[in-house]
């Protein structure tokens, strides 16, 4: 199953939509949405606006492949849980986000071998084919580094 999250910040993502309703008018996929603030009238899947908490962790735990914006915090969760994550930027040019910081973010994380991007259905449907035999590298949380850090400097 691909669980496709598009956060929870007021700015639509239809983009993203429409190119995974393009990708399956070629392929066949399992995917249950958590679309936001978009507005896309979907062909060939359902949308649920925003998920209860509960309803969201499960799906992000069912999932094989979890499908998101350039958003850090919902990237991170998923790599802590050792999912396999196709990442694709909001941009300002289409109201999806007030800059273009998603596209550092998503760099950042695909230099180190953790994540795919997409930025269109072509790069997605490559990203879908390519996604269950990559390797990436092994995601290592430096949060408890950071705790450490930080304890230093309260004290």
Do not use: C, W
Not at 6 to 30: C, E, H, I, P
């Amino acid at each position: 199953m691909i669980f496709i999250t598009l956060g929870s910040q007021k700015f639509q993502f239809n983009r993203l939509l429409a190119d995974v309703d393009t990708v399956m008018d070629q392929m066949q996929l399992d995917v249950i949405v958590q679309a936001g603030a978009s507005t896309y009238q979907a062909r060939n899947f359902g949308v649920t606006p925003f998920m209860a908490p509960r309803e969201y962790q499960q799906n992000v735990l069912q999932a094989d492949v979890i499908i998101t914006h350039g958003g850090a915090g919902t990237i991170v969760n998923a790599l802590k849980l050792g999912k396999r994550v196709i990442a694709m930027p909001r941009l300002a040019q289409y109201g999806e986000h007030v800059d273009d910081h998603q596209i550092q973010i998503i760099e950042a994380f695909t230099n180190q071998n953790l994540i795919l991007s997409a930025t269109n259905a072509k790069e997605l449907s490559q990203a879908l084919q390519d996604i269950q035999t990559h390797q990436f590298a092994t995601f290592i949380s430096n949060t408890p580094n950071f705790i450490d850090q930080l304890k230093t400097v309260i004290k």
